[in-house]
Each structure stands twice: as C-alpha cells, then as structure tokens.
C-alpha cells in the first residue's frame, strides 16, 4: 500500500539522519573543509536546527529536557524570529522553520512531551544498567556522560520510532485484510443480485418455451387435416 510504503521511507531517512548526526556531532574530522566566507548568526541556527535530531525536540530547539513552558514558547518566539524565511534569503530557511514549529507544537503537546521525557529517561536508566552505575557513581556527573545519554537517547527514540512503524505496519495490513473481505461481501451480494434479476428478466421466455413444448407433445392433425381414427379391437371367442 502506498501510505505504509511512505511510512517505511521515513523511517530510512530517519535513520539515515541519525547517522549523518553522528558525523556530525562526534567525528567533526570527516566534515568537509568549511566555505571561506563566514556564515551569518541566521545561517549559524538554521544549520544547527537541521543538524539536531529531529525526534529530539528540545535538540531542535536547544533546550535541555524538564524546562518550563514559558521557556519553550520564549526560545521558540526568539528563533523563529531570527531564522523566519522573510527575513533571510538562506534557502534551507523554510525547511529549518518548519521543523523549529514542529518542534515546539510537540513540547507544548502534554501527551507527546511525556512520551519523549519518557524516552529521555528510559535511556539514562538503560545507559546506568549497561555500565552498572548508581546515582552517585562519579561518572554520572562527568560531562561525558551526557555525550552518551544523549547518544543513548537517540537509539531509544529510533527504536520507538521503528516499533511504531511496525504497528502502524500491521493495521494497515490488517484494515486492508478486512477491506478486501468487505469488497468480496460486496461483489458477492452484486453477483446474486445480478443472477437473480437475469432470470427474473428471461422468465416470460422461459414459460413461452415450456407452452411451446406442450403443445408440441398433443396429437397433431394428419395431413389432409382428419384426424386419425381409432383402430377398433376386435372381440375374440
């Protein structure tokens, strides 16, 4: 079906994204030499919104999660003004704006944000089991912890994105197994209807042909148009 095959090239992209995310924010080495000319404060944050992943909204807006609501409307109102496609002719500023919106209609969204503090929590919880850290182990508060959670955060919401996917795989195979059942239904309940009205409609025809065949089985006239005379028996003895 088309709608899941778009499904699944989203998800490609995404984990395509994911990786070219990771060139970009931990091996700065296999970047190609930078352009001469020094990009603008607007360039700078629209480069950086469409390198941030894209399943992290507070990535995507720079903001660290459990912040405020008031911080996410002021952070949004402050970027979307400065990177806004009326105000710079970057040709990537619509794609940045759209997804800087996106963004913040997701953290302001109860539900949503809960799913993705969620998952930000699932992996600070996954990253101390692997390493069998506690709380107060000294390399929970080491920077580099952070690098890995974030890093840890990414595989949890990649994960959830593709166990989403999959759902989504499966109802659209299961609403399309029961739209076929209910197409068969249907043509089946037009195929009798059509039979029964074909021989509703050859009914006249059929009772002039069986009035026919009576009367074509009745003692006919002889040829000179007297009727055959009865042998009459004779009486023995």
Known sequence: MEDEKDAFDALD?????AKEYDKVQFHPQTLPPLPPTNPSVQDKEIERILSAFRLDSYAVLDLLPGCPDSDIKLHYRKKSLLIHPDKT???RAPEAFDRLKKAESELMDEKRRAKLDEAISDARML??????????SPEVRDESFKVMWREKTKAVLI???ARRQRQLKAQMQEEGRQQRKEDAEIEERKRKRDHEKAWEDTREKRIGSWRDFQKGGKPTA???G???KKKKL???G
């Open 13 to 17: 992209a995404l984990e395509k994204e």
């Open 89 to 91: 002719s970057n040709a």
């Open 127 to 136: 990253l101390m089991r692997e390493h069998k850290w506690t709380p107060d």
């Open 159 to 161: 994960d959830n994105e």
């Open 222 to 224: 002889t040829e000179g």
């Open 226 to 228: 007297e009727k055959k």
């Open 234 to 236: 004779k009486v023995l």
